[in-house]
């Protein structure tokens, strides 16, 4: 279980373009601060500034969302770019 904690962990810090630390915090997508601290042995989260908490797999999907729509815009330019005429 703390093997794919961790790959999930890491894959959080990657899509919110931070670093990964054991005890570095991540964003917390309620507040949108770094205040958000993963407990990798108990596969929980939660925010220390706002309360919001949940399971990790809860905070992969919310970071995912936001990525995504943070995203969208370059994706879809990239995929009907035909080039330059």
């Known amino acids: 279980m703390v093997g794919v904690s ?3 962990t890491k894959l959080i810090c990657k ?3 931070i670093p990964y630390n054991p ?4 964003i917390c997508p309620k507040c949108n601060r770094r205040t958000a601290k993963i407990e990798i042995k108990k596969g929980k989260w939660e925010c220390i500034r ?3 908490s949940g399971d990790e797999q809860e905070l ?3 970071v995912n969302e936001k990525y995504l729509d943070e995203h969208k815009l370059a994706y879809w330019s990239s995929r009907n770019n ?4």
């Open 6 to 8: 961790l790959k999930v």
């Open 15 to 17: 899509r919110q373009g």
């Open 23 to 26: 005890e570095q915090m991540a």
């Open 50 to 52: 706002c309360g919001k």
């Open 60 to 62: 992969l999907r919310l």
């Open 82 to 85: 035909r080039g330059i005429k």
